[in-house]
């Protein structure tokens, strides 16, 4: 029989903690939340409660996994300071890096139009925002200081801008907005009233015959995942977190990364010689450079060795270089996070974190609550399609997109638990990563780290 223990609050933290707004002021998500502000502010959700929740429906699909490849799991337990822990890792890396990450208060977008339209923007290079506040008559001069932070939000969850951006939104109709961030190649999304919360998290559908995948036989390895090889071809947050959370399941994971290596691996603050932010998700993945405009074959032929390969490429980049799910292995499960899945078309605009959080009417936040959130969603989802792969000897292929996961967190937090915390708020993750009560929960590898967030028992 399995035994799946829900989230307790404090797991192996050894505080008293009762509740959410004690976890998110312990394990620094109000800190980190509040940074735009100069101040502790919790999440207008109950967020750890619902990365709780996913991590303990993924450690029991683990356990079943286990079970059926011969791993003898009776069961695993979590918490909700360990999902906490999870959610702010990244920031966490950064404090605790060789040369600490500086960060300054404020906020940046959602801007608001001249008749109160809220939206977000996005680009992910700086030419279209280059174009875009000059068309709208900001000086040259505070459009590049406000490039930086901008980019960087992810990052900092803070955004500095010159109040000359939010001055020129503000005194211009959304029409115009909408059309010169168009012409700009800009992607500008309203902020949604409505909460979106009824798409599935994920689907997972048959690929191959039936029967098609042999018997691997015992795994080698004490872990529900042990012997499972993931190969994964990702980028930023989202789909790195996949591969990060496969791994603390046991799985093998190899990483596709263009030759040089991914360009984020170099970003400070920098623990050791690798950004502290990138160990944050990366670590303990082997690396294979490939050039995936050309390296077609390459792939494949890592692919055929690999249970798992999944990607976060653009829409359109898959079929342009010839690796869409029909041309990988029959057996294999094959999994594309995406931003925006299918919902907006065929070609959505740019889907990260905080558009999706301003069309899905997930409550503002400047952290990567989307982001970690979606990683999450997508690792559930492939440990589901491996444990039907087990069942039915039959590949699968899976998706999600950060929309579908903005989704699955509405649902998960209609209800908030709005009292006050009754344990000190953190004000610095440096602090508490030297805090011996968060030992058993953290580890030290160049920078601090959530050590696994799942116990297993056998």
């Known amino acids: 029989m399995t035994a799946v223990h829900a989230p307790n609050w404090s797991g192996p933290v050894d505080l008293p903690l009762r509740g959410e707004p004690d976890v998110q002021a312990a394990c620094g998500l109000m800190h980190v939340h509040g940074r735009h502000l100069g101040r502790p502010a919790p999440l207008g959700m109950d967020y750890a409660r619902a990365v709780a929740a996913e991590l303990s429906a993924i450690g029991a699909l683990a356990v079943d996994l286990g079970r059926a490849r011969g791993v003898p799991l009776t069961g695993c337990a979590t918490s909700v300071a360990q999902a906490a822990l999870l959610a702010v890792s990244q920031y966490l890396a950064a404090a605790t890096a060789d040369d600490p990450d500086e960060w300054h208060p404020g906020a940046g977008p959602p801007f608001r139009s001249r008749e109160g339209v809220v939206f977000e923007v996005e680009a992910l290079d700086p030419v279209p925002w280059q174009r875009f506040w000059a068309a709208l008559g900001v000086p040259a001069r505070a459009v590049e200081r406000g490039w930086r932070p901008f980019l960087h939000r992810f990052a900092t969850a803070t955004c500095p801008l010159p109040p000359d951006l939010a001055d020129a939104a503000a005194r211009t109709p959304f029409a115009v907005l909408e059309a010169t961030a168009r012409q700009a190649g800009m992607t500008a999304v309203v902020r949604s009233g409505r909460v979106l919360d009824g798409l599935p998290a994920y689907l ?90 050309t390296g077609r074959d390459e792939v494949l032929d890592l692919a055929a060795a690999a249970d798992v390969f999944v990607h976060n490429w653009a829409p359109g980049k898959a079929a342009h270089w010839g690796l869409r799910a029909e041309d990988f292995p029959a057996g294999l499960v094959y999994a594309h ?40 969603v997508a690792a559930h989802a492939v440990v589901d399609a491996l444990l039907r792969r087990e069942r039915t000897r039959r590949g699968q292929a899976v998706a999600s997109s950060l929309l579908s996961a903005a ?26 990563g030297r805090d011996p009560r968060f030992a058993r929960a953290l580890v030290r590898e160049g920078c601090v780290l959530p050590a696994s967030p799942w116990e297993f028992f056998r």
């Open 407 to 432: 989704s699955r967190l509405n649902a998960l937090t209609r209800h908030r638990d709005t009292s006050a915390p009754t344990v000190p708020v953190c004000t610095d993750l440096a602090a508490l």
């Open 204 to 293: 997972i559908s048959p690929r191959g015959p039936a029967g098609g995948v042999g018997d691997e036989g015992a795994p080698v390895g004490e872990s529900p995942l042990s012997g499972i090889v993931v190969l994964e071809s990702c980028r930023r947050v989202q789909g790195p977190m996949v591969g990060h959370l496969l791994g603390m399941l046991g799985a093998t994971v190899v990483r596709i990364e263009p030759p040089g290596g991914d360009p984020l691996r170099w970003v400070p603050p920098m623990a050791g010689r690798t950004s502290a932010r990138f160990l944050a998700l990366n670590r303990g993945k082997s690396v294979v450079e490939i050039d995936l405009r």
């Open 337 to 376: 996070a995406s931003g925006w899945g299918d919902e907006l078309g065929p070609e959505p605009p740019l889907g990260t974190d905080f558009v999706v959080q301003a069309h899905a009417g997930v409550p503002a936040s400047p952290m990567t609550v989307v982001d970690v959130f979606g990683g999450v």
